[in-house]
C-alpha cells in the first residue's frame, strides 16, 4: 500500500468507527449491553478491521509471505473474541480454542499445498465448513449475547476473506472499496434492472407491502452506512468475490452467475418460522443482477452498491 492510500484508509476507518460509535451510544444498545459494551464495541472494530484494510489493499502485502507464515497469522483472526470475553465470565476456553483453531485449521487445508487456479474439492469443501458454522452457529460459544449475533458473521467473512484471498491468493476477486464512478454506475444500474422485476413478483406473491412514508434523512443515511458496511459487504465478498468467482474456472461466467444467484437465494430460506419461498426466490433473482454487478468490472464495490440500494428500498418502502 502507498503511504497515502495507507493514510486514507486509516483516517477512513476512524472515521466510520466513531460514526458507528455514536449511533451505538444513542440506541439502546449499551444499556442492553450494560458494562461490556467497550469491549463488544472493540471486538466488533478488531472483526470488521480486515474487511475494511483489505479492501484498500493491506492484503497484498500479505500475500507474499511465506505459505506457512500466511496460515500461521491466521490465529490473529482470533483476537478480536478475547479482547471481548477475557478476564470475565464470558470467557470459555472452548471459544477461544475454536477461534484461534477455526482460521488455522481452514487456512492450513487451503493452503499447503499449494491449489492450482480452478476450483478444486478443497475449495468447495473449505466453503462448505464456513457455511455449516454458520447457519449450525458453531461461533455462538464466542459471543453468546443475542445483541452481538452479528459477530459471528463478521468472524465467518473475516476467516473466508483471509483463507481465500490471502491463503488460496485467488484471482480475479476484485475485492476492493475504493469507490469509482464506473462501479457505482454500474451498481445502481444493475439496481434500475432489478427494481420493477421486484416490484411485479413481489406484489404477485404478496411478499412486499408499499408504506407511503417519507423516512427521516438520518434514517436514510443510517440504513445506508449499516446495510453497506455489514451486510452488503460480507454477503458479496463470499457469495460473488469468492463463490463466483471459483465456479467461473469450473462453469463459466453463465453458469456461476446462475449457480452464485440460486445459492444466494437459498441462503435466505430460515427468514420465518418456515421455508420462506417468496423470500428465496427474490434473493435469487437479486443475485443474478448483483452477480451482473460485480463481473461487469470485477468489482465487488459494485454488486455491494446494488446490494444496498435493494436491501435500504426494501426495509424503508416495501417491507
Known sequence: MRKLQVIVSVVGYALLMLALWAFATHSRTPLSLGVSFPRAFAS???????????????????????ALL??????????????????????????????????????AFLGL???????????????????AAYYLHWLRIAWPLPQLSLFPKLFLADVALYCFLVVRNIGGAGYSLVPSWRSLAVGLREWVFYFPIALVIGELTRFIHFHRALPHAGTVVGSLVLTFFLIA???????????QNLFETRLGRTGALLIAAVLFGLSHFNHGSTFNWRYVLLAAI?????????RANRQVF???????AVDVVWSLWFR
Do not use: N
Not at 478488531?46 to 500475500?63: E, H, K, M, S, V
Not at 471481548?84 to 487456512?107: D, E
Not at 499445498?113 to 457455511?131: F, N, W
Not at 459494485?302 to 444496498?308: K, M, N, P, Q
Open 70 to 107: 500466511k496460515v500461521l497469522c491466521a490465529a490473529a483472526l482470533g483476537i478480536p473474541y478475547f479482547v471481548f470475553a477475557a478476564g470475565t465470565p464470558l470467557f470459555y476456553w472452548r471459544a477461544a480454542v475454536v477461534v484461534v483453531a477455526f482460521p488455522v485449521l481452514l487456512a
Open 286 to 294: 437479486a443475485g443474478i443482477f448483483y452477480g451482473r454487478a460485480w
Open 302 to 308: 459494485a454488486s455491494i452498491v446494488t446490494h444496498t
Open 44 to 66: 466488533f472494530a478488531l472483526l470488521f478491521a480486515p474487511l475494511w484494510f483489505f479492501g484498500c489493499g493491506a492484503d497484498q502485502f500479505l500475500q507474499k509471505r511465506s
Open 233 to 243: 459487504l460480507p454477503e458479496e465478498l463470499f457469495f460473488r468475490s469468492i463463490l
Open 113 to 131: 499445498p499449494k491449489l492450482s487456479e480452478r476450483m478444486t474439492l478443497r475449495d468447495g469443501t473449505a466453503l462448505a465448513v464456513i457455511v
